[in-house]
């Protein structure tokens, strides 16, 4: 089949910010067999004028959507302290366990944003 070569930008926090069983160099090249993606093609990434990669509030904001974005956006959103990230207009939340109190997030202030902005 066919074949890629393919130069991965890892984000300079993934050793820290991630668990794994080795460290990855920041930047690696790589080869990938193109059959085992949808229509023999990668996925498109979400990326900046600069070419950094998105993450956004709201994943349907995201331009692809696939299961790459996804795990991405959830993890940025992690690392930035927000365990919620929402998807669509139709109320769908994804919460992540941040495995602490986050106390900021359960103001009487923040209730009334999330409830005035987000659900209704």
Request: proline share 4%; aromatic share 10%.
């Amino acid at each position: 089949g066919k074949i890629a070569k393919v130069v991965l930008s890892i984000p300079k926090d993934w050793n820290q910010t991630t668990v794994t069983t080795k460290e990855l160099n920041l930047v690696e090249e790589r080869t990938v067999n193109l059959s085992e993606y949808p229509n023999g093609e990668l996925p498109l990434q979400n990326v900046d004028y600069k070419g950094e990669l998105l993450a956004k509030w709201d994943m349907a904001d995201l331009r692809y959507l696939h299961d790459a974005a996804i795990l991405f956006n959830i993890k940025k959103k992690h690392s930035q302290g927000i365990p919620y990230t929402r998807i669509g207009k139709g109320g769908v939340t994804v919460a992540i366990n941040p495995f602490q109190w986050m106390g900021h997030l359960y103001s009487d202030e923040k209730q009334r944003f999330y409830a005035e902005q987000i659900i209704w």
